[in-house]
């Protein structure tokens, strides 16, 4: 039971008025908690928030933190949910982390039906304050964003019921073990606790699963958060309505197969020498236009690939994702929580061309693909070996043959694709740009170069996967 730090007359809110509890919470918007609030009196408590949510109940709020399963403001039935946001470059805003709803009792949630689930009920009633995470500041100094009771459209909430039955089977075929970010679109069952090596015990199997809580992804809340980004959702077609997205989306693509890119790009007005082809003619195909982003990819996170098979099977580069800076690697403490974590916990799409006889690209059909729990950890491996090297100083090795610049090729010791033949990190483009430790500087710093911790400066790196682990696939998939 909610134990109020002053008497209930003397609470700045009434907690059996849940409109006077969320105006009380979006006074918070555009201030810190320190502008609101004396925070002096605070010492962090045992608890499932964090500080800044613990500080949240006990100074502005008024009542003592708990880990209680009731709700928050148990009166009104309403749940207290913090989240923290980040500001991009191009100063619109993403998710931080997932959004923990509740943990999840494997044995009593095999039970459930959704109309009667935890989880829904905590979707419904669910007070939501968002905060701007800013590492150089103290959390009492970050402003708030957002504050108030977030509707999920029917839309959604389908694709979200949906994913709740796919880890719902999971769990009543005894694979809990088994359950990965990438099962699902928008709900998921992420890890939670001590460690990753903090176990329950599952119904229908005597293998302990890993301790886990419903969740709604960070490309979800990005999607949320940020009121600027072009999102269209592909439109269903009469006959498609009991179509899954996974089906909608090989039904629409399945639609084209056996045609060439060159017919492709004629067909739908595209430039196939543009740089952005297939990704432009996986939208038109799918009935979004060019300009804009798959609604129902951004918000689950979906990682679009186009794979371009040559004739005997194989694919000439590895897989890439966007570069990354070096501080902000090194500022990434969680594994599922961090940029790479993120996209290897979620679904992969690959829409899939072969090379045939007159040298075009044939469109052979589409993939959806969850890295398994074993390439998971080999990725991971490969990001933690890189933040390990770049926290203790990356090493360069100068070397022939001389570049166009005048300079030595540089070579590194980050992880190479030797390192687990799963994921490695290397350069994204093809302009280098260095700044040695003697102050000798070459190519363009401020664009193609990110800053290490000693001051030094070299080209900036992404993680890549290994081609070889998509090959395979596809050959097993039959193409």
Request: a negative charge; charged letters at 30%; proline letters at 4%.
């Amino acid at each position: 039971m909610v134990q109020y730090r002053v008497p209930r007359e003397e609470l700045p809110y009434d907690p059996a008025n849940r409109e006077s509890i969320v105006e009380y919470a979006q006074m918070l918007v555009g201030h810190t908690l320190r502008e609101s609030c004396d925070v002096d009196c605070f010492t962090s408590k045992k608890g499932n928030k964090g500080k800044l949510g613990q500080a949240l109940e006990y100074c502005y709020f008024k009542y003592e933190p708990n880990s209680a399963q009731e709700p928050d403001f148990p009166e009104v039935k309403l749940e207290l949910k913090t989240n923290p946001v980040k500001r991009k470059k191009d100063k619109t805003l993403s998710a931080k982390e997932r959004l923990v709803l509740t943990m999840i009792d494997y044995c009593g949630l095999v039970n459930e039906t959704w109309e009667h689930s935890t989880v829904l009920k905590k979707m419904g009633d669910m007070l939501l304050i968002t905060f701007l995470h800013e590492s150089e500041k103290d959390e009492f100094d970050y402003e708030f964003e957002f504050a108030g009771t977030p509707s999920i459209p029917d839309e959604d909430m389908a694709v979200i019921r949906g994913d709740w039955e796919t880890i719902v089977a999971k769990m009543r075929a005894g694979l809990a073990h088994e359950i990965s970010g990438g099962d699902t679109n928008y709900l998921e069952a992420c890890t939670k606790g001590a460690s990753a090596k903090t176990v329950r015990k599952q119904p229908f199997s005597d293998i302990p699963a890993k301790q886990r809580a419903f969740a709604l992804k960070s490309s979800y809340m990005t999607a949320f958060y940020d009121k600027n980004i072009h999102l269209e959702s592909i439109m269903r077609r009469r006959g498609e309505e009991a179509l899954s997205f996974d089906e909608l989306v090989e039904h629409r693509i399945g639609e084209y197969t056996g045609q060439s890119n060159i017919e492709l790009g004629k067909r739908f007005g595209l430039n196939l020498r543009d740089k952005g082809f297939y990704a432009a003619l996986t939208k038109r195909m799918l009935g979004v236009g060019q300009d804009n982003e798959v609604a129902e990819f951004s918000k689950a996170g979906i990682t679009v690939r186009s794979i371009r098979l040559e004739a005997n099977g194989r694919i000439r580069e590895h897989i890439s994702f966007p570069a990354f800076e070096f501080g902000d690697l090194l500022n990434e403490s969680e594994w599922e929580d961090s940029e790479f974590g993120k996209v290897c916990n979620s679904k992969f799409l690959f829409v899939v061309y072969k090379k045939d006889d007159s040298g075009a690209y044939v469109l052979r059909g589409c993939e959806f693909w969850s890295m398994p729990a074993d390439l998971v950890s080999e990725a991971e491996a490969t990001w933690d070996e890189t933040k390990r090297i770049v926290r203790q100083g990356v090493q360069f090795f100068e070397c022939a043959p001389i570049c166009k610049d005048g300079h030595p090729t540089i070579k590194n010791n980050l992880p190479g694709s030797d390192f687990n033949h799963v994921a490695h990190v290397r350069p994204h483009a093809s302009q280098r740009a260095y700044r040695l430790a003697d102050g000798t500087e070459f190519g363009n710093l401020s664009s193609h170069a990110s800053e290490l911790p000693d001051g030094r400066a070299m080209t900036k790196q992404c993680f890549w996967l290994d081609k070889g682990i998509i090959e395979a696939l596809l050959r097993e998939r039959g193409y």
